[in-house]
C-alpha cells in the first residue's frame, strides 16, 4: 500500500492568511518562528527562524460532533506551496514518537485505533490501520500536545 500524506485544506489557509477567521471565529495571531517546533500544516515544513508565522485554531473535519477536535496548528504566514510529496513529510520526522488515530467514512474514531508510535513507525502502523475496510484515513498529531499533524489516506 502507498501512503498518501495530505496538507491542511489549501481554501481554509488562503482564507486565514487573509485575515479571515480560524475554527474558533478568531483571526490568526502573528508570530516570527524561532526556527523548532513550528511545522507549518501546509508545506509540511518546519517554518524556518525568523520567518512570519501564523498561530491559529483548526478543526480537519467537515462538520461540527464529538469527535471533530479542534486545536493550534501553526502555517507560514506568506504563501507557501502545498505538500504534494511522495514518502514521509519534513515534519513528520522531527519528534520521537506521534500520536495515531484511524477514523471511518463518518469522521468519527474507530476505537481501539489510538496510539503512540515511534517516529520510524509511522508509516507501517499507518499502512496497518489502513489496511481496516472500516478506517477511511488516520490523522496523525503531536503526541505530546495533541496538535493535528497531517491526515493519511491510501494513495489512489
Same mark, same amino acid.
Given at each position: 500500500?502507498?501512503?498518501?500524506?495530505?496538507?491542511?485544506?489549501?481554501?481554509?489557509?488562503?482564507?486565514?492568511?487573509?485575515?479571515?477567521?480560524?475554527?474558533?471565529?478568531?483571526?490568526?495571531?502573528?508570530?516570527?518562528?524561532?526556527?523548532? $517546533? =513550528?511545522?507549518?500544516?501546509?508545506?509540511?515544513?518546519?517554518? *524556518?527562524?525568523? %520567518?512570519?508565522? &501564523?498561530?491559529?485554531?483548526? #478543526?480537519?473535519?467537515?462538520?461540527?460532533?464529538?469527535?471533530?477536535?479542534?486545536?493550534?496548528?501553526?502555517?507560514?504566514?506568506?504563501?507557501?506551496?502545498?505538500?504534494?510529496?511522495?514518502?514521509?513529510?519534513?515534519?513528520?520526522?522531527?519528534?520521537?514518537?506521534?500520536?495515531?488515530?484511524?477514523?471511518?467514512?463518518?469522521?468519527?474514531?474507530?476505537? $481501539? =485505533?489510538?496510539?503512540?508510535?515511534?517516529?520510524?513507525?509511522? *508509516?507501517?502502523? %499507518?499502512?496497518? &490501520?489502513?489496511?481496516?475496510? #472500516?478506517?477511511?484515513?488516520?490523522?496523525?498529531?503531536?503526541?505530546?500536545?495533541?496538535?493535528?499533524?497531517?491526515?493519511?489516506?491510501?494513495?489512489?
Amino acid at each position: 500500500m502507498t501512503l498518501q500524506f495530505h496538507p491542511y485544506d489549501s481554501a481554509f489557509v488562503a482564507s486565514v492568511r487573509a485575515g479571515g477567521p480560524d475554527a474558533n471565529g478568531q483571526p490568526a495571531e502573528r508570530a516570527v518562528s524561532d526556527g523548532a $517546533g =513550528t511545522p507549518c500544516r501546509h508545506c509540511l515544513q518546519n517554518i *524556518p527562524e525568523g %520567518a512570519p508565522m &501564523l498561530i491559529l485554531a483548526a #478543526r480537519p473535519f467537515p462538520a461540527l460532533q464529538p469527535y471533530a477536535e479542534t486545536g493550534p496548528i501553526f502555517l507560514c504566514a506568506e504563501d507557501c506551496a502545498p505538500w504534494d510529496g511522495d514518502g514521509v513529510p519534513e515534519i513528520l520526522t522531527t519528534a520521537p514518537d506521534y500520536l495515531l488515530k484511524g477514523y471511518g467514512a463518518n469522521d468519527r474514531i474507530v476505537y $481501539g =485505533t489510538g496510539r503512540v508510535v515511534p517516529s520510524d513507525d509511522l *508509516p507501517a502502523y %499507518a499502512e496497518t &490501520l489502513l489496511g481496516d475496510p #472500516r478506517i477511511a484515513y488516520v490523522d496523525v498529531r503531536s503526541a505530546r500536545n495533541n496538535c493535528f499533524q497531517a491526515r493519511i489516506t491510501r494513495r489512489p
